[in-house]
């Protein structure tokens, strides 16, 4: 068996690990680069391996770094199946028409206003690709063995995270390689816990928060304080969110903190992504992955008035009374919160609430390192609003965490690959499980292949 590392190295985007065993080539998950623009121009190459010659995908779970490259991976010729679990499937549905939708509309936007360098702008590929896309995909059950390709088999476990997300534990006749995917906190309020895995001969494990110890306060006491401080100052709370699973945990707080009078009960809430409207009726469907029984559902995904159509986005931005908007993406590299950023970040009133992590090269990680202006559909926007970040919302289990989950394993395998995290993050990680457990350890450069003997 030999792996090799088509993305995901020393960055948390673009996972994609190949996995050959004889002649069969099987793909673990198939994401997008964000970020830094060299990694994102890796989107537009030529993919390492014919896809024609991948026999088969299994993704850990929905989020684009995971998933966002399938359209493209079909467009150019794949025709295997993607195997994922049911709710993986069910926003996988949601997210890659989206993203495909939205890719169009920038390349569009950039043609109308004349700032792409490209004549014509192109998208990276477009809402039919990724219709397309999902015509190859198979979901499986949770805990169940899989014949998926040659000798490969895959057995998915629950990885918490977000709604779907998997541990995959993949087999030929030989070896076992199992791969965290994006692994979840073990006390996440909404969701249950990552199963734990007793034994694998090789494995692959996330470290996004490899470098890091999660401060232990209530997050919600954060969101209520900077959320009343700008209504205090008459301003607009802008807070880009990943709409799957980052925005419904802000609802969830936030649901708590009206009913708690912490609050305003007559503050106006905003959804303003028809994507996360989407996903978060698929928690309804997707009852045994998380704690809240049908009428929490109801109640919590109801403290927000969801915005569908572009006209009331664009009214939004024309209000200037104090409010809450919640809009996609997470890092502030896509979506509608872009147009939210033009409209409000150059008013001191207003303040921009960052809740999750910022890859290196995003417009998020700008702003939270003191830029003065951000660059939007070409044009420098002054950054006059306030900037914060609630850094302990996330879904990515941290490093103590992380050792936790570890510590289930009867024996060390083999080797543990650490991915999915920044060079600090991923570099912290393998120190810390070298020196503590004495694993043996390694962080795969861009493209490098192993033997799994």
Excluded at 137 to 164: K, M, N, S
Excluded at 275 to 283: E, G, H, L, Q
Excluded at 344 to 361: E, H, M, P, V
């Amino acid at each position: 068996m030999q792996i090799q590392f088509l993305g995901a190295t020393n960055t948390v985007t673009g996972s994609k690990h190949l996995v050959s065993s004889g002649k069969t080539k099987i793909l673990v998950d198939c994401g997008l680069f964000q970020g830094y623009k060299q990694l994102r121009l890796r989107n537009w190459e030529q993919f390492p391996v014919d896809p024609a010659d991948i026999e088969a995908v299994v993704l850990t779970h929905a989020h684009l770094d995971h998933s966002g490259y399938l359209p493209i991976l079909v467009r150019d010729g794949f025709r295997g199946k993607i195997f994922c679990s049911e709710a993986t499937y069910d926003l996988c549905k949601i997210l890659l028409p989206d993203s495909g939708r939205l890719l169009e509309e920038d390349a569009d936007y950039a043609n109308r206003h004349g700032f792409s360098k490209h004549k014509p702008a192109l998208p990276l590929y477009t809402e039919d690709d990724a219709h397309r896309a999902l015509k190859f995909f198979h979901p499986v059950p949770f805990g169940v063995r899989q014949d998926v390709a040659g000798p490969f088999t895959a057995e998915l476990h629950h990885a918490g995270h977000i709604l779907g997300a998997a541990i995959v534990v993949l087999r030929d006749q030989q070896r076992t390689v199992s791969f965290s995917g994006d692994l979840g906190r073990p006390n996440d309020p909404l969701l249950i816990p990552p199963d734990t895995i007793e034994e694998t001969d090789y494995l692959v494990i996330e470290s996004t928060y490899g470098n890091r110890v999660q401060d232990a306060s209530d997050p919600a006491e954060m969101l209520a304080k900077t959320i009343n401080d700008t209504l205090d100052r008459g301003g607009v709370t802008i807070i880009p969110s990943f709409a799957v699973g980052r925005t419904q945990i802000l609802l969830h707080y936030l649901y708590q903190l009206k009913e708690a009078g912490k609050i305003p009960s007559v503050l106006p809430i905003y959804v303003n992504s028809p994507m996360a409207v989407d996903a978060t009726a698929i928690y309804q469907k997707h009852k045994d992955e998380h704690f809240m029984n049908p009428d929490q559902c109801h109640a919590i995904f109801s403290v927000a008035k969801m915005v569908n159509s572009v006209e009331d986005s664009i009214w939004l931005n024309q209000q200037r009374r104090p409010m809450v908007i919640i809009a996609g993406s997470g890092m502030a590299t896509g979506g509608r919160v872009l147009h939210h950023l033009k409209a409000f970040a150059s008013d001191r009133r207003n303040t921009i609430l960052f809740s999750g992590y910022q890859a290196g090269g995003t417009r998020g990680a700008a702003m939270l390192a003191g830029a003065d202006s951000i660059k939007i559909h070409g044009e420098y926007i002054p950054l006059q609003a306030h900037v914060a970040q609630i850094t302990n919302l996330s879904a990515h289990a941290d490093r103590e965490e992380i050792l936790a989950w570890l510590s289930h394993f009867k024996s060390p395998p083999k080797q543990t690959f650490i991915v999915h995290g920044e060079p600090d993050a991923a570099d912290m990680l393998r120190r810390t499980i070298e020196e503590r457990k004495h694993w043996r350890c390694q962080v795969p450069e861009y493209l490098q292949k192993f033997e799994l003997s």
